[in-house]
């Protein structure tokens, strides 16, 4: 019964937790330009999330170490700082970018414009972080997150052609924007395929107390949960998709994406957005928060857990409380958050080779997984997904840069 | 290092800047949202706060995209016609802002009406520029 109850709250909480500055913005761009024809991409990193997310808890459930512990001991200590270095630098990026999301919502709600939300906005999270539990942040701000879901029902209102729908899960070329099509391919993969997610995963998965019996749970949570988290992404882009295209208009800002969800539920759709926003970005700024903290905290041998006080595990509560200040200063400068959101999630497909090639070597090795370790089937998927998102990551950013 | 210094200098300075047709897209998605927003306060389903800001938002932006592209019109286009549209649409989204505050509904959609007229006026413009392209 504990177990069935686990099960559901961990799909319950990937859903609720999926949806993030990140998959917003690029799933609203892409519908807002290219109507359903970057389906596809959702498509794709959704797959490859399922995979890797399955990967993390099988890592930490059968080895008992969590990614970035296995790392550190099979490749040693220069690579890991290798890798440390390129995730940490992208998912402070992505920090930032959630925390401008929760300020952009609490602007559109409040009329104050969001450098000034960036100082008590990080508060709170630090706050959280410092007082919270890591069941709390898990499963409260997920369960917030829920209110995403609203993006379905939009969807729904707006009564789609579902073969036209359907005939985006196939890639197609556009006919102009070359160039701004494959940065929006990549910067979704990037969205989709967030390594901070497995670090958090693989951590939670040991904070939890994860053995063998949880390998079936496991593997419907990472299908059910990404599975229905990339409806959720793919709801986005066909309500933009339709209530955005049609009338010309192109999501540069936040105000600009809350147009969508106005025309999709007249009603409620404004209000919605925003708390969507709010709760979706900031359930992402705790998680993000926390992963970097484990990776330093785990990397360099140090004691770490968010159950117990910040007096027992002092480094790892000093990570965080460093992170989040500095997250918050280019946010009270004006920085534009979907700038940074755009360039972020385009530079983690660029590095997600870093993390995933060693990831996928430890999942294949027998001293960690022994019969457990990966089929030619994820080893395949996962591979081909993160090669796809390297070149195309390599070749569109720099043309994306020059305008094409 | 320097390689890298070097690229990423040799990448910004090679920045190209967007050409007269993204240009008047961007002009016709600012003057969209305006639309889309103005509708949207009349039905009471935006508040006015948020109303108010995104159309200054929206006039700042046409401003600014508008003096970039007058500054090299393309030639197939007259500048003074695409001057005068891009000026009335900017009149029309700082009286809508106003009379958001002022919670006149009867008077913002008089302007919201006439900016119709100018979404239509820029859209043949747009039209004009791309298919010189």
Known sequence: MKKILQLSLGIITSVGGFLEIGSVTTAAQAGAQFGYKLLWAILLGTLCLIFLIEMSGRLAAVSKHTIVDAIRERFGFPFFFFVLLGTVLVAFMVLVAELGGIGFALQILTGIRFPWWALPVSFVVWLLMWKGTFSLIENGASLLGLVTVSFVVAALRLNPDWTSAASGLLPTLPDDDKSKYWFLAVSILGASISPYLMFFYSSGAIEDKWDRTYLPINRVIAAFGMTFGGFLSMAVLIVAALALRPKGIQVETFQQAALMMTTALPKWGFYLFALSMLFACFGAALEISLAISYFFSQGFGWNWSEDVEPSSDARFAFVYTLIIGFAAVPLMFGVDPIKITMMSMALTSATLPLAIVPFLFLMNDPIYLGKHRNGWISNTVVGVVILISFVLAVVSIPLEIMGG | ?133
């Open chain 2, 1 to 133: 290092m320097k390689r890298l210094l070097f690229a990423t200098v040799i990448l910004l300075v090679s920045c190209k800047p967007p050409t007269p047709a993204e240009q008047m897209d961007a002009i016709l998605s600012w003057v969209g949202s305006a639309i889309v927003l103005g509708n949207g306060w009349l039905r009471h389903t935006t508040p006015d706060t948020y109303t108010r800001q995104t159309l200054t938002l929206s006039h700042d932006q046409l401003r600014q995209i508008g003096a970039e592209l007058l500054k090299s019109p393309p030639a197939t286009i007259d500048s003074t016609e695409l001057d005068g549209a891009l000026t009335r649409s900017g009149t029309h989204l700082a009286r809508m802002a106003q009379l958001v505050e002022a919670r006149n509904s009867p008077g913002f959609n008089q302007v919201l009406d006439s900016l119709e007229l100018d979404q239509k006026a820029l859209k043949q413009l747009s039209d004009k520029i791309e298919s010189s392209q």
